[in-house]
């Protein structure tokens, strides 16, 4: 089980992390709105990919796991913050295929993947 549910998280990782290189630009603006760093623009979208090879990959399975809840509690925070926002701004997790207005829905998913990974490793 422990496969399926890293392979659940690793889809979604990588979807977002090629989305976000295949509409580059769009997503250097969205992300620069949210208020996200230069060097934080590049590194996310390679964070999610390397982070879905190693979860697939089962390779240092415990520190991917960590890393990845860390990432996706970090995303949630941010939404968090932003949904208090009286302008909500795209919520950018997909690159330009995410172009609706943030909103609890968003959270929802990532607390749903946090389970998620929370199960993977649980069922190791």
Same mark, same amino acid.
């Given at each position: $089980?422990? &496969?399926v549910f890293a392979l659940i998280v690793a889809a979604v990782f990588m979807y977002a992390g090629v989305a976000k290189f295949a509409t580059f630009n769009n997503w250097? &603006?969205?992300a620069r709105a949210l208020g996200a760093p230069d060097p934080f623009v590049v590194l996310v979208p390679l964070a999610e990919?390397? /982070?879905a090879v190693l979860l697939v990959g089962g390779?240092? &399975?415990?520190?991917? +796991?960590?890393?990845? /809840?860390?990432?996706? +509690?970090?995303f949630t925070i941010l939404l968090l913050v932003r949904l208090r926002d009286p302008e909500r701004l795209p919520c950018s997790c997909f690159g330009a295929t995410s172009q !609706?207005? $943030?909103s609890w829905l968003d959270?929802? !998913?990532?607390?749903? /993947?946090?389970?998620v990974l929370i199960a993977a490793y649980i069922t190791k």
């Open positions: $089980m422990s &496969f250097t &603006f969205q990919i390397a /982070l390779w240092w &399975f415990e520190q991917t +796991v960590a890393a990845s /809840l860390i990432l996706l +509690v970090s !609706r207005p $943030m959270v929802v !998913r990532n607390v749903i /993947l946090i389970a």
